[in-house]
């Protein structure tokens, strides 16, 4: 059964990356977007991460334009994160989260979290949490806001 790690993507600045990298830390990954009524998130996420960072948590954002609301190339996404919400966490290039060309890593997160919420993303800035083991622990609508999700990465964290 495959695991975070078994994952790669590419960052903001054009680099491969192997998700390995994260292997035994707690992760939110997050599908996020620039210009979105939830955009405000990120002062949220990047608080999370300051945080919780030196206890083995992080925060992985993947930009998505399939709702049509991220900037247009990943010079100025990663510009308007850091310049707004001094984002520190490592930011992705941009992907496609639902459909036939979804990022790998979001056709698995959301197999491993259909319940509730169903399978297809359905708005920017839905969160999964994914534990130390590499599975995904809970996935969380878009209008769930970062401190919400605080209880869980302790939980996850200790376990």
Request: glycine share 10%; hydrophobic share 40%; proline share 5%.
């Amino acid at each position: 059964m495959p695991t975070l790690s078994d994952f790669s993507a590419q960052s903001l600045n054009g680099e491969d990356q192997d998700l390995s990298q994260y292997a035994g830390q707690v992760v939110l990954v997050v599908n996020t977007a620039s210009k979105c009524g939830l955009t405000p998130q990120f002062e949220g996420l990047e608080a999370l991460y300051g945080q919780f960072k030196d206890d083995g948590f992080i925060v992985l954002g993947f930009p998505s334009n399939q709702f049509k609301q991220e900037l247009s190339d990943a010079q100025e996404i990663g510009e308007f994160c850091q310049r707004n919400y001094g984002v520190s966490f490592p930011m992705f290039a941009t992907i496609d989260v639902n459909g036939r060309k979804a990022h790998p890593v979001f056709q698995w997160l959301r197999s491993e979290s259909g319940g509730a919420l169903g399978s297809a993303i359905k708005w920017n800035f839905t969160k999964f949490l994914v534990g130390r083991d590499g599975h995904v622990i809970e996935r969380y609508a878009p209008t769930v806001e970062p401190p919400e999700i605080a209880e869980a990465i302790r939980a996850a964290l200790a376990a």
